[in-house]
């Protein structure tokens, strides 16, 4: 692809605003958004557990999409896109892999959160050739210790938040304290800020086949993370109680040369608790 934006169309860096659009791939239409300059090697962004279009935080988006070509999207059966969600992260980053083929890319950054950064992982582990660069956040690795645990952990958190008619994710990815809970309710806020064409919310059978996917990938045998050649920089808060931030020091130790940041006081959500600290720092080692 590697179109070029014509000098007279304004280029689009905020999230909010970014146009919804589709492409077909293997029987599934895949919805995603894309947004910044067009040109080189655009930053794909793989999104959470239960999220869609609209979970990304747009703090942490916009600095990206300044200066590079920003691509995020709903997998199959999630969001407005078609088809059914696999039951298993590996199917997940085929599914990945079929939407960035269909795009006409074959080079691309990823920037991945949570159950996204598993899939990152399994793509690079089966294309090495197809990623420049990898951002893994809130995440851990294939057969990481207690990761099949996330199920219960969130239906635990999703039932606190009913009873206090509050969002799931301000349970899950934030501490219940005094830096967590302002934290928690700013990046809820943010993500409200796209007010046109918001995008459809996940169903209850596709998050559950999410979950399942998350505990077969925590119960599986560990991948040989050694092979991952690609610069990578992973971070995380330092008390993730959904995946746990030992494992973002366990994948920091088995991909070589990797850059680890542990943000202090915050959750599985510290990326969004320090965005103003993190985005400059993701946008850098991006653009490097």
């Given at each position: 692809m590697g179109s070029t934006d014509t000098p007279n169309e304004a280029v689009i860096t905020s999230y909010a605003k970014a146009p919804a659009r589709t492409v077909s791939a293997g029987g599934v239409t895949y919805a995603y958004r894309e947004l910044g300059p067009k040109g080189g090697i655009p930053v794909v962004f793989f999104v959470h557990l239960a999220a869609t279009l609209d979970n990304w935080d747009p703090r942490i988006i916009d600095p990206i999409a300044k200066g590079r070509h920003v691509i995020a999207f709903d997998q199959p059966g999630v969001g407005a896109s078609t088809g059914r969600v696999p039951d298993s992260v590996e199917a997940m980053a085929d599914d990945a892999y079929a939407f960035v083929k269909a795009l006409g890319f074959d080079k691309i950054d990823i920037f991945s959160f949570s159950l996204g950064g598993m899939v990152a992982q399994a793509l690079v582990v089966k294309h090495p050739e197809l990623v420049r660069k990898l951002v893994l956040t809130g995440t851990g690795p294939k057969g990481g210790k207690d990761i099949d645990k996330?199920?219960?952990?969130?239906?635990?958190?999703?039932?606190?938040?009913?009873?206090?008619?509050?969002d799931p994710k301000e349970f899950l990815f934030f501490n219940r304290n005094a830096a967590g809970k302002p934290a928690a309710r700013a990046f809820v806020g943010r993500l409200k800020e796209r007010t046109a064409d918001r995008d459809a919310e996940i169903k209850v059978?596709?998050?559950?086949?999410?979950?399942?996917?998350?505990?077969?990938?925590?119960?599986?045998a560990p991948d040989d993370l050694s092979k991952i050649t690609q610069p990578t920089l992973i971070a995380n808060g330092d008390n993730d109680r959904m995946v746990p931030s030992v494992l973002s020091e366990d994948l920091h130790r088995r991909i070589k040369d990797s850059k680890l940041i542990i943000y202090p006081d915050s959750g599985h959500g510290g990326i969004f608790q320090y965005h103003e600290e993190f985005a400059p720092v993701a946008a850098e080692f991006l653009s490097r």
């Open positions: 996330v199920a219960g952990t969130t239906y635990a958190d999703m039932l606190r938040a009913a009873l206090t008619r509050s059978k596709a998050f559950q086949t999410q979950l399942k996917a998350i505990k077969k990938w925590g119960r599986s």
